[in-house]
């Protein structure tokens, strides 16, 4: 998919809200080659339906829990989207919602606690403002403004966007042809560009930030976010998963819903990477090397792992009400710097890296602390 296409992807969030769409019959044939009968493999799903992770048939071949490898109890530690559902419903206090769901109040939240997050060039939604950033208030003045060479690069996203829908990223404008050059070498004119940023939640204009030279050394220019799970315990945060979400090719972001993109488990300790896959159910592939690059993965120990756990836990604390947290952390050149919460977030992103679910005694006392009763 192409970085102009991405404009328009608004018409994506109820699929990816929802229960994962795959092929059903292709998924099933592979699931059968594994040795066990058509009639086996739907009796467990439905066992597993029935459990605490209620997943759907959908999600027993997404998570490729026909394979042989893995016992019940396993399969039983999955979670499905209805169960996360109800899970951060009973976790999370609906109050705290739009502290994490709108980037204009998050970002003012970050900053009057004093912790690190991208550079904030502007926002155009109306009405609405941040320290040191410009309020563009129409299409006419937005494009004028990405006429200036001085901004890029450049990453806009909707104040209100979920999974990196209708983000773009832009490198430079070129003066000769007029045109915003965006990362992959696609164009689009700033008049273009400012029509499809209109709206009424408006977008967040960042500075484009740079990887950590190690990062950036061996695997490209691309920045990496990681997404740390975070459980808000009744007397301190604890990290419980923790992942890379790598962006590989053109993609313009790093989520795991764009072809190519990888998603790597974590040493939640030592930052090291364990696992790396790509794709699910019948095309999951485990991966050993960046695809862009050739360099090795697995094995990696992330930079500036401490000083990543260090911050994810002081930034839980501003937003006690949020008890289940998934922090976006990007490593960049100067240091982990917080890109979002998520309310909760997607459980997926964790089962796909580890290859195991997250309702395991950790995850389960949580729940039971947050008077969860699923």
């Given at each position: 998919?192409?970085?102009?296409?991405?404009?328009?992807?608004?018409?994506?969030?109820?699929?990816?809200?929802g229960?994962?769409s795959?092929?059903?019959n292709?998924?099933?044939?592979?699931?059968?080659?594994?040795?066990?009968p058509?009639?086996?493999?739907?009796?467990?799903?439905?066992?597993?339906?029935?459990?605490?992770?209620?997943?759907?048939?959908?999600?027993?071949?997404?998570?490729?829990?026909?394979e042989?490898?893995?016992?019940?109890?396993?399969?039983?530690?999955?979670?499905?989207?209805?169960?996360?559902?109800?899970?951060?419903?009973?976790?999370?206090?609906?109050?705290w919602?739009?502290?994490?769901a709108?980037?204009?109040?998050?970002?003012?939240?970050?900053?009057?606690?004093?912790?690190?997050?991208?550079?904030?060039?502007?926002?155009?939604?109306?009405?609405?403002?941040?320290?040191?950033?410009?309020?563009?208030s129409?299409?006419?003045e937005?494009?004028?403004?990405?006429?200036?060479?001085?901004?890029?690069?450049?990453?806009?996203?909707?104040?209100?966007?979920?999974?990196s829908?209708?983000?773009?990223?832009?490198?430079?404008?070129?003066?000769?042809?007029?045109?915003?050059?965006?990362?992959?070498?696609?164009?689009?004119?700033?008049?273009?560009?400012?029509?499809?940023?209109?709206?009424?939640?408006?977008?967040?204009?960042?500075?484009?930030?740079?990887?950590?030279?190690?990062?950036?050394?061996?695997?490209?220019?691309?920045?990496?976010?990681?997404?740390?799970?975070?459980?808000?315990?009744?007397d301190?945060?604890?990290?419980?998963?923790?992942?890379?979400?790598?962006?590989?090719?053109?993609?313009?972001?790093?989520?795991?819903?764009?072809?190519?993109?990888?998603?790597?488990?974590l040493?939640?300790?030592?930052?090291?990477?364990?696992?790396?896959?790509?794709?699910?159910?019948?095309?999951?592939?485990?991966?050993?090397?960046?695809?862009?690059?050739?360099?090795?993965?697995?094995?990696?120990?992330l930079?500036?792992?401490?000083?990543?756990?260090?911050?994810?836990t002081k930034?839980a604390c501003?937003?006690?009400?949020?008890?289940?947290?998934s922090?976006?952390?990007?490593?960049?050149?100067?240091?982990?710097?917080?890109?979002?919460?998520?309310?909760?977030?997607?459980?997926?992103?964790?089962?796909?890296?580890e290859?195991?679910g997250?309702?395991?005694?950790?995850?389960?006392?949580?729940?039971s602390?947050?008077?969860?009763?699923?």
């Amino acid at each position: 998919m192409n970085q102009i296409a991405t404009v328009s992807e608004m018409g994506m969030l109820p699929a990816l809200q929802g229960t994962p769409s795959l092929d059903i019959n292709k998924n099933t044939m592979m699931a059968m080659r594994d040795g066990r009968p058509g009639i086996a493999l739907l009796i467990e799903a439905v066992r597993l339906m029935r459990g605490a992770g209620k997943l759907s048939v959908p999600e027993y071949l997404y998570y490729r829990l026909w394979e042989r490898s893995l016992s019940l109890e396993d399969k039983r530690a999955f979670v499905g989207k209805k169960a996360q559902h109800l899970m951060h419903l009973a976790c999370n206090d609906r109050h705290w919602y739009q502290t994490a769901a709108d980037k204009i109040l998050f970002q003012t939240i970050m900053n009057g606690a004093g912790l690190p997050v991208p550079e904030t060039l502007a926002v155009t939604q109306s009405m609405r403002w941040l320290p040191q950033a410009l309020a563009l208030s129409g299409a006419e003045e937005l494009a004028a403004w990405l006429r200036n060479p001085t901004i890029y690069p450049l990453f806009a996203k909707p104040a209100a966007g979920k999974y990196s829908l209708n983000v773009l990223s832009i490198d430079r404008f070129d003066p000769d042809s007029g045109q915003l050059v965006l990362l992959g070498g696609e164009t689009i004119s700033p008049t273009q560009a400012a029509e499809q940023m209109r709206g009424r939640n408006g977008y967040v204009l960042q500075r484009r930030m740079n990887p950590h030279p190690r990062l950036a050394e061996n695997f490209g220019p691309r920045l990496w976010s990681m997404r740390v799970l975070v459980l808000v315990r009744p007397d301190r945060p604890v990290i419980h998963r923790a992942l890379a979400k790598i962006a590989t090719g053109a993609n313009p972001a790093d989520n795991y819903w764009r072809p190519g993109n990888m998603v790597a488990a974590l040493d939640t300790m030592t930052g090291q990477i364990k696992r790396v896959v790509r794709g699910v159910g019948a095309d999951l592939t485990v991966c050993t090397t960046h695809p862009d690059t050739g360099a090795a993965l697995v094995g990696t120990a992330l930079p500036d792992w401490i000083s990543l756990r260090n911050l994810v836990t002081k930034a839980a604390c501003v937003f006690p009400g949020i008890r289940t947290q998934s922090w976006d952390i990007a490593l960049t050149d100067r240091g982990p710097v917080c890109l979002e919460v998520n309310y909760g977030g997607d459980l997926n992103l964790a089962q796909l890296a580890e290859g195991r679910g997250v309702l395991d005694e950790a995850y389960r006392s949580h729940l039971s602390e947050c008077g969860y009763r699923g």
